[in-house]
């Protein structure tokens, strides 16, 4: 029996069990309270010890749920969270969900069930943020990293400006001369790609340049998936440029382009985005924007760390300025 079966039989939030269990009137009927008290006794339900000392001593412990630490922007990510919160005297339980929901949803359930004192919550598919009505319900402080601040009014969000940094970048391999461009995104119902997919677009259209939606190739930030795209974009039409939507996905674009033999950027001109730490030493250098990946990491831990310190309860907004890399993967051409 857990806290989330109490709540289940009892037709009532983990919240709400939670506040009965800590003795805390806010928010809780009496009829309500003794409903759940009923069936505490009636499955002789006992509370993790641990947990529950957690709970009431403010666990110095942060979750942080990333989709990918394979994907180095991920684990440079996790580098700055920890180390900040080192710093702080906190400790971070680090969460791989590997993109998938039901994963991302278990961490969620077992982080606000074992108290931890906030949450750093950064994924690719960031349109679905249900997993996370636990830690709001819970008033557990929380920071979003990379997903849209209109949207999500009443959180915390720390990110750059997506459109604006890939509008920068297509505009530049544009004032090479290169029109017959493909672009290699993210998961679509990613907000980080899509807003880069704006940009994209904007830049082509201010400069009169007509997208092609069938050299638009929808992909997943994977090495694999770079590669694999590229032949298909080998095979759909004579390109002069592809756009890719990260730097791990631009990778294996450069090797299958290798093995067809093409050389970059003689035969094709490649961009990445991220500035992760092996684009400037590849072969070519990679052209890329860069982003303060490491310090976005700092600043998310730092930020929650001042909310559960009491240091500064207010909505904490900011966007980093990104930083166009040009290297030698793009060639001006006639």
């Given at each position: 029996m ?14 709400t ?22 069936v ?55 969460c ?7 994963k ?50 009443g ?34 119902d990613?907000?980080?790609s899509?807003?880069r ?15 092609n939606a069938?050299?638009i ?9 770079g ?13 002069t ?7 791990v ?31 400037d ?19 998310a ?5 001042q ?28």
């Amino acid at each position: 029996m857990t806290i989330r079966d109490i709540a289940k039989q009892c037709n009532v939030s983990v919240a709400t069990v939670s506040r009965v269990l800590n003795n805390d009137p806010k928010g809780v009927g009496q009829h309500t309270r003794e409903k759940v008290l009923k069936v505490i006794e009636a499955t002789n339900y006992k509370p993790n010890a641990v947990a529950r000392t957690l709970a009431t001593k403010r666990a110095r412990t942060i979750g942080l749920i990333l989709p990918d630490v394979s994907n180095p922007f991920n684990s440079m990510m996790a580098k700055g969270v920890e180390e900040e919160a080192s710093k702080y005297g906190y400790n971070t339980i680090l969460c791989d969900s590997n993109n998938e929901k039901e994963k991302e949803n278990a961490y969620l359930r077992i982080l606000s069930e074992n108290y931890v004192a906030g949450l750093i919550y950064n994924n690719f598919k960031s349109t679905d943020l249900s997993g996370l009505q636990d830690f709001i319900g819970q008033s557990i402080p929380y920071i979003l990293i990379d997903h849209d601040i209109e949207t999500h009014e009443g959180a915390s969000v720390i990110k750059i400006d997506n459109a604006k940094a890939m509008y920068d970048l297509t505009r530049f391999v544009l004032s090479k001369g290169h029109k017959k461009i493909a672009a290699v995104t993210g998961y679509e119902d990613s907000y980080s790609s899509s807003q880069r997919l704006i940009g994209f677009k904007r830049a082509m259209n201010d400069v009169g340049v007509d997208v092609n939606a069938e050299l638009i190739f929808t992909g997943d930030f994977r090495l694999k998936t770079g590669y694999e795209l590229c032949g298909c974009i080998l095979e759909k039409a004579k390109v002069t440029a592809i756009i890719c939507f990260n730097d791990v996905m631009a990778l294996g674009v450069l090797q299958k382009l290798k093995e067809n033999g093409l050389k970059v950027p003689e035969d094709i001109s490649v961009t990445g985005f991220d500035n992760i730490e092996f684009a400037d030493f590849i072969d070519p250098p990679l052209t890329t924007v860069s982003q303060p990946i490491y310090d976005m990491g700092r600043r998310a831990a730092y930020q929650l760390i001042q909310k559960l310190e009491g240091q500064n309860k207010d909505i904490y907004k900011q966007e980093f300025q990104h930083q166009l890399m040009i290297r030698k993967s793009v060639k001006a051409i006639g």
